[in-house]
């Protein structure tokens, strides 16, 4: 599908659709991993899930591209896209609860979500607590900003020990933000969603799947 901006999207629809998550794609953005991940929550939770590609003005882009890119990035682009797939999930599925998900990039987009009230759920898997130097352009607010709003709702972030991504300092000021904060001492990043990654750690990510299904059907 296409939201309202023009961004591809993915949508997986199950028969009944017991709340709706919209899911932020790593720095790849959509390809046939996050259509089967889509298709495998709306199957196995029960979850209407919605997925914006991040590039959409960048199709095939190599990960060296996108790398450089993200510094150009705009929050109000990328944050208002997943609020479109939001709205898609509430006004043509029907769903009443909508969650924000991401992963790595995704996952630094979903907590600077975390204040939005649209979203009545935060999950975060190895998101940037602060942004990357090499990423810091003006289009882009930092993280904590979010997490430390009044209006900030409920977080789970799920973290590596040994990923550079998100340092020790940085996960003990989420921590302090009042989010829900696993950390796996042993994991790098990206160990939870590509089973072909070197870095995934199958216990881990069972672990880990099983915490965001309770604190998402809560």
């Given at each position: 599908m296409?939201?309202?901006?023009?961004?591809?999207?993915?949508?997986a629809?199950?028969?009944?659709?017991?709340?709706?998550?919209?899911?932020?794609?790593?720095?790849?953005?959509?390809?046939?991993?996050?259509?089967?991940?889509?298709?495998?929550?709306?199957?196995?939770?029960?979850?209407?899930?919605?997925?914006p590609?991040?590039?959409?003005?960048?199709?095939g882009?190599?990960?060296?591209?996108?790398?450089e890119?993200?510094?150009?990035?705009?929050?109000d682009e990328?944050?208002?896209?997943?609020?479109?797939?939001?709205?898609?999930?509430?006004?043509?599925?029907?769903?009443?609860?909508v969650?924000?998900?991401?992963?790595?990039?995704?996952?630094?987009?979903?907590?600077?979500?975390?204040?939005?009230?649209?979203?009545?759920?935060?999950?975060?898997?190895?998101?940037?607590?602060?942004?990357?130097?090499?990423?810091?352009?003006?289009g882009?607010?930092?993280?904590?900003?979010?997490?430390?709003?009044?209006?900030?709702?409920?977080?789970?972030?799920?973290?590596?020990?040994?990923?550079h991504f998100?340092?020790?300092?940085?996960?003990?000021?989420?921590?302090?933000?009042?989010?829900?904060?696993?950390?796996?001492?042993?994991?790098?990043?990206?160990?939870?969603?590509?089973?072909?990654?070197p870095?995934?750690?199958?216990?881990?990510?069972?672990?880990?799947?099983?915490?965001v299904?309770?604190?998402?059907?809560?």
């Amino acid at each position: 599908m296409v939201l309202a901006s023009g961004t591809p999207a993915e949508l997986a629809v199950p028969e009944q659709s017991r709340r709706g998550v919209v899911l932020a794609p790593d720095i790849m953005g959509l390809r046939p991993l996050f259509d089967d991940l889509c298709a495998r929550l709306a199957a196995e939770q029960g979850w209407a899930v919605c997925a914006p590609e991040p590039f959409p003005n960048h199709p095939g882009a190599p990960v060296e591209e996108r790398l450089e890119l993200v510094r150009t990035l705009r929050d109000d682009e990328q944050i208002g896209d997943l609020l479109a797939a939001a709205e898609v999930l509430r006004t043509e599925v029907g769903v009443e609860r909508v969650a924000v998900l991401g992963f790595c990039l995704g996952g630094m987009y979903a907590l600077k979500s975390a204040d939005n009230a649209v979203f009545d759920r935060v999950v975060s898997f190895y998101g940037m607590i602060r942004v990357p130097e090499q990423f810091r352009g003006p289009g882009h607010r930092e993280p904590l900003a979010s997490l430390r709003s009044p209006d900030v709702r409920p977080v789970l972030a799920l973290v590596g020990g040994r990923d550079h991504f998100t340092p020790a300092a940085d996960v003990d000021d989420l921590e302090a933000t009042g989010a829900t904060v696993v950390r796996y001492p042993e994991a790098e990043h990206g160990f939870v969603h590509d089973p072909d990654r070197p870095a995934h750690r199958a216990e881990d990510a069972a672990d880990a799947w099983r915490r965001v299904v309770a604190f998402l059907n809560a």
